[in-house]
């Protein structure tokens, strides 16, 4: 199973009279989401799925990604939103009769989770050493047998400098 893990796009500043998860991308965010999403399109990728944080901003950049053509089913799940847990989205994502394991899924969160996640997968801990740019990417392979943490391997890390 591949996973990317791709975080929203740019999103308005935090304002003390908007819920953080209300918060919706911008202009700047819509139109550069729009251009990362094309260019991983013109890259070929396709996603059996894209799971979402069931945050506006999150959610707003998933929908980009379904109305580029890079997959048809779009679900939202708790586990996305901040401070969510691996450990969690693992029990229930990872089970074969959920997702088959040749499966592509793109999962759209935030900040730090989704370098924590992707720490974790590859190293077993958090090292606080990745840093995921919004609209950016992170592409890893998950093995095909046993727990995937500390035992998957990184193949994609790309800001979205890189695909405009």
Do not use: C
Request: proline letters at 7%; charged letters at 20%; hydrophobic letters at 35%.
């Amino acid at each position: 199973m591949n996973l990317y893990l791709i975080r929203h796009g740019i999103a308005e500043e935090r304002q003390p009279d908007t819920q953080d998860e209300e918060r919706s991308l911008t202009k700047e965010g819509k139109q550069k989401t729009q251009k990362v999403a094309q260019r991983i399109k013109q890259l070929g990728l396709q996603f059996d799925v894209i799971v979402t944080s069931p945050l506006v901003r999150a959610y707003q950049t998933s929908e980009i990604l379904v109305a580029t053509g890079l997959s048809t089913q779009l679900e939202k799940s708790p586990h996305l939103a901040p401070n969510g847990n691996i450990s969690s989205w693992l029990n229930y994502w990872l089970e074969p009769k959920n997702y088959p394991q040749k499966a592509q899924i793109a999962l759209v969160g935030h900040e730090p989770d989704l370098s924590n996640w992707a720490e974790n997968l590859l190293w077993g801990e958090t090292k606080d050493s990745l840093v995921l740019k919004k609209a950016g990417m992170i592409g890893i392979k998950l093995p095909e047998i046993g727990s995937p943490l500390g035992r998957s391997h990184m193949f994609w890390l790309t800001p979205p400098k890189y695909l405009l």
